[in-house]
C-alpha cells in the first residue's frame, strides 16, 4: 500500500499537458468568436465552450501520454482531490450567471477568474509555482483587461487566458525536463 506522499509523488510526475492545452484551444475560439460573432453567440460558445474544456482534455489526453481513462483504474487519491478543484470550478457559476445577468461583458471576467481557482490546490498537490502563477497572473490580468477594455471584453480577456496557458505550457515543459531531479521512490 502506497503513502499519500507516494501518491502525490506519482501524481505529481504527470506531464500535465492535455488539461491546459484543452483549456487554451477553448479560450482561442471564444476570443476568436469574440471577433467575428456576435455578443449573445459569443456567450454561448464561453459557457458551451468552458462546460467542455474537461471533456476535450479527456480525449487529447489519448494523445499526450496521459490517458485520463487509463489513469483513474490506478486509484490515485490526487485524482480525486484535482476533479473536486474541477467541480469547484463548476459551481462557481453560480456567482458568474447572476453578474452576467446584470453586465454581459462580466461573463469572460466572472467566468475567467473563477474557474481558475483550480489551479490553487493543484499547486499544493504538485508543489511547484505555476499553479500560483496561473491562477494569480489570470485574476490580476483579466481584472486589468476588464476596466482598460470595456468594449473589448470578450476578445481581450480570452486571448489573455490563452497566453497565460501558453506561459503555463512553457512552464510545464521545463518543469518536466528537471523532473528526473526530483523524483523520490
Do not use: C
Not at 490506478?74 to 459551481?91: I, M, R, T, W
Not at 447572476?98 to 454581459?104: L, N, T, V
Amino acid at each position: 500500500m502506497k503513502t499519500l506522499e507516494q501518491h502525490r509523488i506519482e501524481f505529481s510526475n504527470r506531464p500535465f499537458i492535455a488539461t491546459p492545452l484543452a483549456g487554451l484551444i477553448i479560450w482561442l475560439f471564444i476570443g476568436l468568436s469574440g471577433i467575428f460573432l456576435s455578443t449573445e453567440a459569443t456567450v454561448w460558445i464561453l459557457f458551451i465552450g468552458t462546460g467542455s474544456i474537461v471533456y476535450l482534455a479527456m480525449f487529447l489526453s489519448r494523445f499526450t501520454g496521459e490517458n485520463f481513462s487509463e489513469q483513474r483504474k490506478k486509484k490515485n487519491p490526487f485524482d480525486q482531490l484535482f476533479l473536486f478543484a474541477v467541480g469547484q470550478s463548476f459551481l462557481v457559476y453560480a456567482i458568474a450567471i447572476p453578474f452576467f445577468r446584470q453586465d454581459i461583458s462580466s461573463l469572460p471576467l466572472a467566468v475567467g477568474i473563477l474557474t481558475g481557482t483550480m489551479w490553487l490546490p493543484f499547486t499544493w498537490i504538485i508543489q511547484h509555482w505555476v499553479g500560483i502563477f496561473h491562477a494569480v497572473t489570470r485574476t490580476l490580468g483579466l481584472l486589468a483587461l476588464w476596466y482598460i477594455f470595456p468594449d473589448d471584453r470578450f476578445v481581450t480577456i480570452p486571448f489573455a487566458i490563452v497566453a497565460i496557458y501558453i506561459v503555463t505550457l512553457i512552464i510545464f515543459r521545463n518543469r518536466k525536463k528537471q523532473l528526473p531531479s526530483i523524483v523520490t521512490s
